[in-house]
C-alpha cells in the first residue's frame, strides 16, 4: 500500500511576540524534510502554506482583533486538516506558533476522539483570565479542552476537543500556578522533566502511551522548546534543562512503534533565533523518526 503524507504549511506569528516564526516552515523545508520522508518510502504532497492571517498584515491590534485573526486562521487549519484525515493521508504541519495545533487538533477530531501527546517545556494552559502576557500560544491546550477565548474554543464546532483523558503533557518544566491548578483539577496526567531524569525516557513514553491505550489514533504536537536549548536554540521561549537529542529521537521512535500516530504539528521554530538551521534540522530528524526511520 503506497505511504503518502501531506505536509502543510501554517506561517502563524499571532500568538507571541517575537517575529520570525513565520518563517518556519522555509526553515524546516530547507533542511530537507520532503527529502527525507522520500528517500524513507513516502509519496509526500508538499500543499504549500496556508493563506493565515500574520501581523504584519494586520495593522495595530488590539487584543479582541487578535483572537478574530487567530481564529480565521485556525479554522483554515481545521478544515485543511479534516479534508486530510477523510482522504487518509498522514499530514505534519509546519509551524508557525503552537496556537497552529487548535486548528489541526480541531480538524483532526471532525469524526472521532484523538489522543494527544504534547511535548513541551510549557503547560500552554493559560486561559485570557490567568494569563500575565495575553500571549496565545500560552493557551492552546487549555481551548482544545474546552477552556478560554470563546471565538478560540469554537473553532471547529462549539465543543471541546480534547477530552483530559485523551491527553498527556510531556517535558514539561515551567508551569505558571494557574496552569497547574487547571491541568491537575481536570486530571490531565503530566510527565515533568523530573520525571524524565529520574526514570528515563523509554518509562516516561511508555507510562504516556498506557495513558492512552484507549485511543485508536495518535498525535504528537511538537514544540521544539521541549528540547534543550543546546539541542534547539532557534525557540522564541527556550527554557534551560530539557530533553536531549537522543531522547526526542527516542520518544519518536516509541512513538511510532505502536503504529497508531500519523499526524504531527511541528512548531516554535524561529530562524532568527537560530543558528545555521540548527533547530529546523532537528526537528525534520524527529519527524523521520516518528514517520518510521529506525536505526537497524
Known sequence: MEKTIQLIGVPMD??????????????????????????????????????????????????????????????????????????????????????????????????EELGVIWLDAHGDSNTPQSSTTG?????????????????????????????PENVVLVGVRDFDTSEKIFLNDLGVHILTMRDIDERGMGKVMQEALHQLRHCRRLHVSLDMDCLDPQT?????????????????????????DTGKCNSLDLVEINPILDHGNITAQVAVDLAVSLAGKTII
Request: glycine share 14%; proline share 5%.
Open 14 to 111: 499571532l500568538g507571541q511576540n517575537h517575529r520570525g516564526v513565520d518563517m518556519g516552515p522555509s526553515a524546516i523545508r530547507y533542511a530537507g524534510l520532503e527529502q527525507s520522508l522520500t528517500r524513507l518510502g513516502y509519496t509526500v504532497h508538499d500543499m504549500g502554506n496556508l493563506p493565515v492571517p500574520q501581523r504584519y498584515g494586520l495593522g495595530k491590534l488590539d487584543q479582541e482583533k487578535l483572537y478574530t485573526a487567530i481564529h480565521q486562521g485556525c479554522e483554515l487549519v481545521c478544515q485543511t486538516a479534516c479534508n486530510a484525515l477523510q482522504a487518509h493521508e498522514s499530514t505534519i504541519f509546519l509551524g508557525g506558533d503552537h496556537t497552529i495545533a487548535i486548528g489541526s487538533i480541531s480538524g483532526l477530531t471532525c469524526n
Open 135 to 163: 500571549n496565545v500560544h500560552g493557551m492552546p491546550l487549555s481551548v482544545l479542552l474546552g477552556h478560554g477565548h470563546t471565538e478560540l474554543v469554537n473553532v471547529g464546532g462549539k465543543k471541546a476537543k480534547l477530552r
Open 232 to 256: 534547539a536554540p532557534g525557540v522564541g521561549t527556550p527554557s534551560p534543562g530539557g530533553i536531549t537529542y537522543r531522547e526526542a529521537q527516542l520518544a519518536m521512535e516509541i512513538i511510532a
